[in-house]
T-cell receptor, first 112, second 113 residues
Framework: EAQVTQNPRYLITVTGKKLTVTCSQNMNHEYMSWYRQDPGLGLRQIYYSMNVEVTDKGDVPEGYKVSRKEKRNFPLILESPSPNQTSLYFC???????????FGSGTRLTVV | KQEVTQIPAALSVPEGENLVLNCSFTDSAIYNLQWFRQDPGKGLTSLLLIQSSQREQTSGRLNASLDKSSGRSTLYIAASQPGDSATYLCAVSISGGYNKLIFGAGTRLAVHP
């Protein structure tokens, strides 16, 4: 089944403890993105990647890092999480060209 | 700056009604528009994708139209069912930055038996 897989689905952590949310797609898509969803603010892009080793900032990149060493994987790294990063996170991917996005099931992160 | 607005914010209807959800965007320079469905606490499921050169797309009981010049899209749901209850989001893929989707705030739909 073609899909975007995120792990973990739920995570509670403490301020300052480094964490990684993984994202993997099995569709050989070139483009991958991370979004966060917050009440009243909607979905906002954090980072995106156009292909292996090519990444760029979205609208809200502060406090996050990404890497794209393999085409299928696009992990989101929080080096020193803070409570304002408590959110619902989505990974998405699409083929190069004018194609639609496929989203993962989301990761609900709580930072206390 | 592109802004996407969805009206209404919430809708509650009896089963069987035909529905229209509205989406408007401020900048007509888009590559495409995508409608998603989001169930509570779940991910986004893509429903329909309309390219900027297209006028409409259909999938089962769903039909989405696009009028790029006026900055509007509508999602039509025929013969609504309780299983259609969810939040519906529209998003535009913008020119000059088409690696990004700009989302509306969504329409929360409840279909009751």
């Amino acid at each position: 089944e073609a899909q975007v897989t995120q792990n973990p689905r739920y995570l509670i952590t403490v301020t300052g403890k480094k964490l990684t949310v993984t994202c993997s797609q099995n569709m050989n898509h070139e483009y991958m993105s991370w979004y966060r969803q917050d009440p009243g603010l909607g979905l906002r892009q954090i980072y995106y990647s156009m292909n292996v080793e090519v990444t760029d900032k979205g609208d809200v990149p502060e406090g996050y890092k990404v890497s794209r060493k393999e085409k299928r994987n696009f992990p989101l790294i929080l080096e020193s999480p803070s409570p304002n990063q408590t959110s619902l996170y989505f990974c998405a991917s699409r083929r190069e060209g004018f194609y639609g996005y496929t989203f993962g099931s989301g990761t609900r992160l709580t930072v206390v | 700056k592109q802004e996407v607005t969805q009206i209404p914010a919430a809708l509650s209807v009896p089963e069987g009604e035909n529905l229209v959800l509205n989406c408007s965007f401020t900048d007509s320079a888009i590559y495409n528009l995508q409608w998603f469905r989001q169930d509570p606490g779940k991910g986004l499921t893509s429903l329909l994708l309309i390219q900027s050169s297209q006028r409409e797309q259909t999938s089962g009981r769903l039909n989405a139209s696009l009028d790029k010049s006026s900055g509007r899209s509508t999602l039509y749901i025929a013969a609504s069912q309780p299983g259609d209850s969810a939040t519906y989001l529209c998003a535009v893929s913008i020119s000059g930055g088409y690696n990004k989707l700009i989302f509306g705030a969504g329409t929360r739909l409840a279909v009751h038996p």
